[in-house]
């Protein structure tokens, strides 16, 4: 169970962890497949962002489980990293990648909910940072 002042919060930082793993776990699969293409080099762009995407997404669903004040700030980058992983996905035609490209524009808008502050803990309200 997440930590959160309410359950519409506690919903709402579930649904975005959960896209926000799904998400890295396509991307992952998506960079494989796209490494075992005949055109490795004419996929770099989509392993890169692949990569970069899965990560930003593994280290949000952290924050995001945390409770963490910060997890509103690295939501709005993480949803900037999954729009350009969507977008540059969506120039293939391989399914991997469009199962891709679908993931990320979840995680995308979650993401986007989720900076716009709704269901993240503010300081004071159960976030788990010290003040300093």
Do not use: W, Y
Request: glycine residues 6%; proline residues 2%.
């Amino acid at each position: 169970m997440l930590p959160a002042s309410n359950s519409g919060e506690e919903a709402a930082m579930e649904s975005c962890l959960e896209a926000c793993q799904a998400c890295a776990d396509a991307c992952d699969r998506c960079a494989a497949a796209c490494l075992r293409e005949e055109d490795r080099k004419m996929m770099a762009a989509c392993i890169a962002g692949d990569i970069d995407c899965a990560a930003l997404c593994r280290t949000v669903a952290g924050f995001l489980a945390r409770g963490s004040a910060l997890a509103s700030s690295l939501c709005a980058v993480c949803a900037d990293a999954c729009e350009a992983c969507a977008d540059e996905c969506g120039k293939h035609t391989m399914q991997h990648c469009q199962d891709c490209a679908a993931a990320c524009r979840r995680c995308a808008v979650e993401c986007r909910r989720m900076a716009s502050g709704a269901g993240v803990a503010q300081p004071g309200r159960g976030s788990h940072m010290a003040a300093h």
